[in-house]
């Protein structure tokens, strides 16, 4: 059983040799303003990779502008239902000199929103302008009411936005997160990850959009350094590989995404489904990675604003066993 | 019983010290259950040194012991209500070559507690005795239901309780964290970290106890690597400074602890305190601050299993203005 | 402007009485498993009364069955966004012999969720059969485990599920109730209420479902006395008339149903609409409104276990100004 | 500091009773600001019946003024821990024409408080003065904001603090509710009602105060109409019962009273005390009672404004077994 595990990190990512893998480029025009089943802009082998971008669009430019919504589906050719999409993010680079912050109103976790609805008056809106260096890869902003009149900090790209297409016939806005990915909003999604969705519908239909120059632990104020990005992503499968919710992966850590609210049950679940990967793939009892989780794991707020809150939480992959460990029964 | 707690004080080992900034060194003999106001087992000037060490006891040696209670308090000369108390801590280190984490029964992230009550069976209580090794500053741990039969990790080591006595004449169990500080379980209170508590008595009466030889984010299962701790601490004062919540600074970071029940509450202190200050100590403008906090801010969740939860709230001490600007009316 | 509010409640209902009021009887054979923007099933005019039935289905024959999905959805000619839909609930009977209750597994307040997940072992699942008296109104439950061997209670018929599609192209699956209505699972939804739910989609959109013949506060164990329904709705339209949130209303409460997570929101979200309505529609300050809700409001949780938990926050109409003291700018 | 506290008890004039069951009268002068272990103001024996009344003050009076505390402890003579106390409300009577409600500023469900702090502008700070009719039992209130000039509603007395001494050393402030009881602000502790509080120290050392003649569920605003009660109580013991958290009895229901934040907590140890009375006490199966308490049980929202809420869950007696199936061992 787990020679069969293992096997899942080494062999089972579906990229058959025998078949060249394709670049596709696609230049996304128009966008969706939800996460759900629909007709595919374009599919792809597993193995392939996709060259793209996240869409601009009035929102950036003015105050109440329509969001651009998010590109896709992508249909991954054999992908269906109890497999896992495996998405590699080859790139993930701002594609202009501009990004945009919008504060207070009714979003954001330190003021009333839609749920945490209060009688006291609406905390004025604001909106920075970011100024991008992309050489540098900084951004610098001006406080117009401070005694520090402007402030430059480096940048770390990422997507707020990676899913498939949700279960059943739900479709749910952009704002959302959940077990389908989506909204997350977590800063570990940049160049470097690897992210894992659970492929709910055939093709499992695959969304982005939502870059982020930067953004702080929690997306407090209800919005990154808001701009488009240029990006590529390597497509993977996992067959009759099932999990729960979006796990990611990079050079240090193994992390699970878990969205709800309140934000302890997105703790909780994101601590759960790391302990059942520690326990299904690596060989840890339940209780040993309960103690484990307890003393070396990383916790990030990736988002206190939206619809559910999202919490990453980390496992370093230095304590995971070399592969021989793995496979006790092997 | 009054009587009994005296008696411990008068029992407590002194070695009071020279005049200016002296150095006091107290082995404690005795613990305290609550934060309270109590008669102090010693009393310091602002720049004095103590050195001094955590209490162990009968709960390290086996399941069901007796928790060894908090040593203090300590009085600084001075402190008035209105006031600051500035702890720098200066050395926090294990002293003895065994650590001990529980999990499980009703006290943890992932199972039912006091607060989330269920109707499921109880999760099995567990019990990990840790190897510390303090010269090469690791702990190992065995893991017996596991493929990977133990496992070696490097020490962190901090304190779960830094405390002054509490508002009024409330006490809370030593499992409580608040606005007093207590039992936060923030892994950043280690050496070189200063802690900044608000004085709401005469003396302030500082306590301190719960060494953590390392802690993963959360304390999921309810405890870190538990050991005894040689520490030392200089106390200061800020007369006439008031704070709502314990601060912290550290050559990186201006941080806030706030503790509350739901996590997201806890998360909306820190952030509220932690703009307060950079408003109040630094120039910035209140939305600036927001603004700025949301996109370089760092947020660790210390603890999700106390009566409340504590989150602790970072700013990057490079972002702040050089001395003359932080001062625009000095 | 308040003769306008007040016109709402005596003569906006766009009921004209040119026209005669239609008696619709509609058969459903197959059900809907989303909220969400589709075809009709069948369009009436305001005024007009529909009679029809509530789904039975294979959930409710064996453990683990498909749940038959909700009936509509019925389009009112002439509801357009920003407007208000009146359902008057003319009738809600149980119309078989037997209902269903399950509980356990993943779902329920007193065991762990999909959003509260913990490491516990499973609560069992449990499937009790009721046995309805429609004459007398009792349901009689065997208890195979007690010392009490069955218990006979009066019923109190309701529906769980009465919505409009949602906003955008948003579909949430049948278990989620909203701003749109929804899977609300309030007992206050049964004959001689009247129902308010936000127009949001041209025709309103209106789906029902979900019968329970008896449900206690919170519906704790997940599921109330599970049986289909004869129905009746007389439907209205309040042109112009914007409302953010379901709001019901019978002989002796005006009624706001909030659906959040956690419970506290949903109570949040359910106290100030109250308020703004009462000053909106009653000529009550915000804050005489706030005073007087806290001292006379009745709060129901109606769910405690569905993606959202709702709650319904209720003032006693006995308070409110007689026609001409609500109209003071009239 | 303790001497003041003890002046206190020698100043509390007391009129001893009559040998068996006698009737005590205390004419309480000053109040406790915590709940906490302190010498007993009288001590009584089980059968004995209090006649006393709650503390009129200065926050009574004017905006800010100094809250009088609550009067105790009385001791019930031969009670131990692992005892339960029995307090029957014999009697809760307003004795003055006036009470006050306060609402806004930082205290209170709609406003954010302690807990939720956010950023926005503080909701303004009013207070209501009520006149009461002891005669017809009703309230009057003027409303200077609103269409509606004064309201005139019904009272229903109840206490808002009902305690033992907490567990160890621990001193909870009036604003607290807990497993000792403490500041419930449960409208159900009223005449009729008999409360079951745990006995955590010898003589139980009970409290009470704060009278309400008449609150809104949740005490949303944060204060009900506060007024002074004249009071009786007659006091028993359970020997060697324990109990968890405090139990309310009336004519019509079993209760628990919850006392935890988030809010779905408090409701989840309600419901789980109450199926372990049913179970322990009434011969019910868990999982039986857990199917009971679905489909009859009542919910009220005693209050979502004190550090902890409070929420009571009923079960209708009714449905219990007659004497001599509860007892199926016996």
Known sequence: MRRRAFAFVVAAILWPASVLAATHRLKPTDGHPTFAVRSPVLTVKPGDVLESESLWGEWYEKAGGKWPGEVGPIAIEGAEAGDTLVVEILKVRPNRDTAVSTQGSRFGALVPDEGTALLNAVFPRGRYVWRLDRQAMTGTVDLPGSATKSITVPLSPMLGRVAVAPEGDEAFGGLWPGPFGGNMDASDVREGTTVYLPVLHPG?????????ALQGDGEVCGSGLETSMDVAFRFGLLKKKEIAWPRLEDAEHLMVAGSARPLSDALRIAFVELIEWLAADYGFDRADAYQLVSQVAVVRVANIVDPL??????????????????????
Not at 204 to 212: I, M, P
């Open 204 to 212: 499992a239909l695959f969304y982005f959009g939502d870059g982020h």
């Open 309 to 330: 809150y999202t919490v990453v939480a980390k496992f370093p992959k230095r304590y995971l066993p070399p592969p021989a460990a793995a496979t006790p029964g092997g």
